[in-house]
């Protein structure tokens, strides 16, 4: 298996700018986790879906951030409009059953 | 919400020495993951531990899932210098599927 994927792997954009993040999970993983990680906080948990049903999206910082799995095999992450705070890097995490969660590679993405 | 105090924060070894690190809650867990970061790379899992008291090996890395389930320690034996990154200490509660982090474990091993 390839593991989680996730593009693209960098992303620079100015600030009001949409950005749109790409997680392909682990296949026959029930379970996707959105985090961010910063140096000041560490890695959060944004969102959570479980067979493609949003669980919890407490962490979703603002309006600005949404996210959608449409399918078992995919997820997107959108922000917008973004701001330079937003700067972080974005992880997506899969799981099967809620045990085991494989990390992506991550999305850095910078705001300017 | 949840927190795990994760210590020490960052720490400076030389290549063959024994490394220990642990992470504590004032709440209860059911799980406890210990994972590894590369710089420019997603947390990788190293153990993962499902019962309070277990004691879990895998090659130099040694961890332990504290009785009272607040706490869970990792050990790493005669460290090499490719044991370099940040380590996390992550854990689950029950009836949730949330993976809380701690803050992490800087590791510099010098040659």
């Known amino acids: 298996d390839a593991g989680v994927i996730q593009s693209p792997r960098h992303e620079v954009t100015e600030m009001g700018q949409e950005v749109t993040l790409r997680c392909k999970p682990i296949?026959?993983?029930?379970?996707l986790f959105w985090y961010r990680q910063t140096m000041m906080r560490g890695l959060e948990l944004l969102i959570y879906f479980n067979n493609n049903v949003p669980i919890d999206d407490s962490g979703m910082p603002e309006d600005r951030f949404s996210a959608k799995m449409p399918n078992a095999s995919f997820s997107t992450l959108k922000i917008q409009p973004s701001e330079p705070r937003d700067s972080a890097v974005y992880f997506c995490?899969?799981?099967?059953?809620?045990?085991?969660?494989?990390f992506g590679p991550g999305t850095r993405l910078l705001v300017l | 919400g949840q927190q795990l105090n994760q210590s020490p924060q960052s720490m400076f070894i030389q290549e063959g020495e024994d490394v220990s690190m642990n992470c504590t809650s004032s709440?209860?867990?059911?799980?406890w993951l210990w994972y590894k970061q590369d710089p420019g790379e997603g947390p990788v899992l190293l153990i993962a531990l499902y019962k309070a008291g277990e004691l879990t090996s895998n090659g130099r890395l040694t961890a332990q899932f504290g009785i009272t389930r607040k706490d869970s320690f990792l050990n790493i034996s005669a460290s090499i210098p490719s044991d370099v990154g940040i380590y996390f200490c992550a854990g689950v509660q029950g009836g949730s599927e949330k993976l809380v982090f701690g803050k992490g474990t800087k590791l510099t091993v010098n040659p």
């Open positions: 709440s209860i867990f059911n799980t």
């Open positions: 995490a899969s799981s099967l059953a809620g045990q085991l969660w494989d």
């Open positions: 296949s026959g993983h029930d379970y």
